[in-house]
């Protein structure tokens, strides 16, 4: 079946370490996308990549890294400069900019 | 002023009746609008996408768009309990078509 994996589901970290998720697709989708997602709240662009080799920036890239290596796959690392990186993180694909994405279950990071 | 504006809620109607979720965007050129569903603690999945002023029905689900009024709504009619969730709006920005979401209403349909 085709879809988005993500690891770990939970992660605790302890303050000043850096941590990295995994975000893996077999959706054949050119673009991926990170979003967080704080309580009670929508979901914010971290960073996206449209194609192999090339990401941008999101509204909150800050303390935060990504790569895009190979199509299938968009890991993110949260830097211990992110000031407060305790959230539920979202990973996500889409075909080129159609705006319809599909949604891994998340990882749910707790600072320590 | 947000880029979309959607109250928190909770919205709460009794099963059967018709539940009606509004959404405001601030991009007038925005092109493209999109409704997830978020059941608690899940990732949120897509179920209505609009494009042109008007209505598009799936099943029980209507999106509506006015875009002169800079405004979609999502009607769910029969709401079934299994309808409660939270119901984000994402409005594509116009310039780039990264997707800029609402925070959210909590709709609870009680039996």
């Known amino acids: 079946d085709g879809g988005i994996t993500q690891s770990p589901k939970y992660l605790f970290r302890k303050e000043g370490q850096n941590v990295t998720l995994s975000c893996e697709q077999n959706?054949?989708?050119?673009?991926m996308y990170w979003y967080r997602q704080d309580p009670g709240q929508g979901l914010r662009l971290i960073y996206y990549?449209?194609?192999?080799?090339?990401?941008q920036k999101g509204d909150i890239a800050e303390g935060y890294s990504v790569s895009r290596e190979k199509k299938e796959s968009f890991p993110l690392t949260v830097t211990s400069a992110q000031k407060n990186p305790t959230a539920f993180y979202l990973c996500?694909?889409?075909?080129?900019?159609?705006?319809?994405?599909?949604f891994g279950e998340g990882s749910r990071l707790t600072v320590l | 002023q947000k880029e979309v504006e959607q109250n928190s809620g909770p919205l709460s109607v009794p099963e059967g009746a018709i539940a009606s979720l509004n959404c405001t965007y601030s991009?007038?050129?925005?092109?493209?609008f999109f409704w997830y569903r978020q059941y608690s603690g899940k990732s949120p999945e897509l179920i209505m996408s609009i494009y042109s002023n008007g209505d598009k029905e799936d099943g029980r689900f209507t999106a509506q768009l006015n875009k002169a009024s800079q405004y979609v709504s999502l009607l769910i009619r029969d709401s079934q309990p299994s309808d409660s969730a939270t119901y984000l709006c994402a409005v594509a920005r116009s310039n780039t078509g990264k997707l800029i979401f609402g925070q959210g209403t909590t709709l609870q349909v009680k039996p």
């Open positions: 959706l054949n989708h050119d673009a």
């Open positions: 991009d007038r050129v925005s092109q493209s």
């Open positions: 996500a694909s889409s075909m080129q900019n159609t705006g319809e994405l599909f």
């Open positions: 990549s449209q194609i192999v080799n090339d990401f």
